[in-house]
């Protein structure tokens, strides 16, 4: 279930509640009259099946509450209600299927922005992928991978090439067109140090390593990147978005930066060469895949007669 408040101009409100009283996927609907003091208005709230959730987003901003008020979503944890297991029961298909697109609009954009946390956690992330290809350690290797936020910039790409936001698709690429070639500066800088007070043996770096992995792309590569964009896209448009952590763990991106570095600075441009490709190759195969996935499930919704312009938020 989630929770929806809308702060609602005075002459909308009976529109809007008209609205959740007509859909049998809402639950306790209550309506405060003239609590809302900024913007001024009734606040509504009601509890909502997911799967009802995104015909009623659409309806309400239909009546324009998005910009002359106001809506937030909230997920709800647990539920002890009767009217509310009618609710989901009475809802079409199952709330684990179930796309709010004004919610993933509103996720991919938040997690597209460069702004000092994107940048810290990429730089941290190409840091350790650096200090893993080193010490040849696949377990630092995976923490990279976890800790990479790469994920979020590709999803908003996926998002603005399919539902034609461009501002989102700008906003992403600059978060990551910024973002991983300051992190690479960065992580050169440490890399260089490291071999100047030796910490880093060029003779081992050379040798074969457990961590080759990394930089050695192939066939594999892309179907694994095509997976995991897969994965990635259905755990961010559906409640299962623990999956992501398994996204995160299977692709090679932020690994593949490291490796690159690592590699120039000991001059194996080879090596270098076949990470850049590496990296590539799971930026684009994670973007396709999660595109053809969102398409596939966008063109489900106009089917269903839900095809309204999406709010720019």
Same mark, same amino acid.
């Given at each position: 279930m989630l929770h929806l408040r809308a702060v609602c101009p005075a002459e909308r409100t009976e529109e809007a509640l008209k609205v959740l009283g007509q859909e049998p996927g809402v639950a306790h609907l209550v309506v405060h009259r003239g609590a809302a003091v900024a913007p001024p208005g009734d606040l509504i709230e009601a509890d909502i099946a997911r799967e009802a959730a995104d015909d009623v987003m659409d309806r309400l901003c239909g009546l324009d509450i998005d910009r002359a008020g106001g809506i937030t979503l909230a997920e709800l944890d647990t539920a002890l209600s009767d009217a509310a297991d009618r609710a989901e029961a009475a809802a079409p298909g199952e709330g684990a299927d179930a796309i709010v697109w004004q919610e993933l609009l509103s996720r991919t954009g938040e997690e597209s922005r460069l702004n000092v946390t994107f940048q810290a956690f990429l730089t941290i992330?190409?840091?350790?992928?650096?200090?893993?290809?080193?010490?040849d350690s696949p377990v630092t290797i995976v923490g990279a991978m976890v800790v990479g936020p790469e994920f979020g910039p590709l999803a908003a790409i996926s998002v603005g090439l399919v539902l034609r936001r461009w501002d989102l698709l700008r906003r992403a690429a600059l978060a990551l067109g910024v973002g991983f070639p300051l992190a690479v500066l960065v992580t050169a800088g440490v890399t260089l140090l490291s071999q100047a007070i030796g910490l880093l043996d060029v003779t081992q770096f050379r040798a074969g390593r457990e961590v080759d992995f990394v930089y050695q792309v192939g066939w594999y590569s892309l179907i694994v990147a095509l997976l995991a964009g897969a994965a990635?896209?259905?755990?961010?448009?559906?409640?299962?978005?623990?999956?992501? !952590?398994?996204?995160?763990?299977? !692709?090679?991106?932020?690994?593949?930066?490291?490796?690159? %570095?690592?590699?120039?600075?000991?001059?194996?441009?080879? +090596?270098?060469?076949?990470?850049?490709?590496?990296?590539? %190759?799971?930026?684009?195969?994670?973007?396709?895949?999660?595109?053809? !996935?969102?398409?596939?499930?966008?063109?489900?919704?106009?089917?269903?007669?839900?095809? +309204?312009?999406?709010?720019?938020?």
């Amino acid at each position: 279930m989630l929770h929806l408040r809308a702060v609602c101009p005075a002459e909308r409100t009976e529109e809007a509640l008209k609205v959740l009283g007509q859909e049998p996927g809402v639950a306790h609907l209550v309506v405060h009259r003239g609590a809302a003091v900024a913007p001024p208005g009734d606040l509504i709230e009601a509890d909502i099946a997911r799967e009802a959730a995104d015909d009623v987003m659409d309806r309400l901003c239909g009546l324009d509450i998005d910009r002359a008020g106001g809506i937030t979503l909230a997920e709800l944890d647990t539920a002890l209600s009767d009217a509310a297991d009618r609710a989901e029961a009475a809802a079409p298909g199952e709330g684990a299927d179930a796309i709010v697109w004004q919610e993933l609009l509103s996720r991919t954009g938040e997690e597209s922005r460069l702004n000092v946390t994107f940048q810290a956690f990429l730089t941290i992330a190409c840091l350790l992928a650096s200090v893993g290809v080193i010490t040849d350690s696949p377990v630092t290797i995976v923490g990279a991978m976890v800790v990479g936020p790469e994920f979020g910039p590709l999803a908003a790409i996926s998002v603005g090439l399919v539902l034609r936001r461009w501002d989102l698709l700008r906003r992403a690429a600059l978060a990551l067109g910024v973002g991983f070639p300051l992190a690479v500066l960065v992580t050169a800088g440490v890399t260089l140090l490291s071999q100047a007070i030796g910490l880093l043996d060029v003779t081992q770096f050379r040798a074969g390593r457990e961590v080759d992995f990394v930089y050695q792309v192939g066939w594999y590569s892309l179907i694994v990147a095509l997976l995991a964009g897969a994965a990635g896209m259905l755990a961010m448009t559906s409640a299962k978005s623990a999956a992501l !952590v398994g996204v995160f763990i299977s !692709v090679t991106t932020v690994p593949a930066a490291g490796y690159a %570095v690592v590699a120039a600075v000991v001059g194996d441009w080879s +090596r270098a060469g076949e990470s850049v490709g590496q990296l590539a %190759v799971n930026l684009l195969g994670i973007v396709v895949a999660a595109a053809v !996935v969102l398409a596939v499930r966008h063109r489900g919704r106009r089917l269903n007669g839900l095809g +309204r312009p999406l709010s720019r938020g």
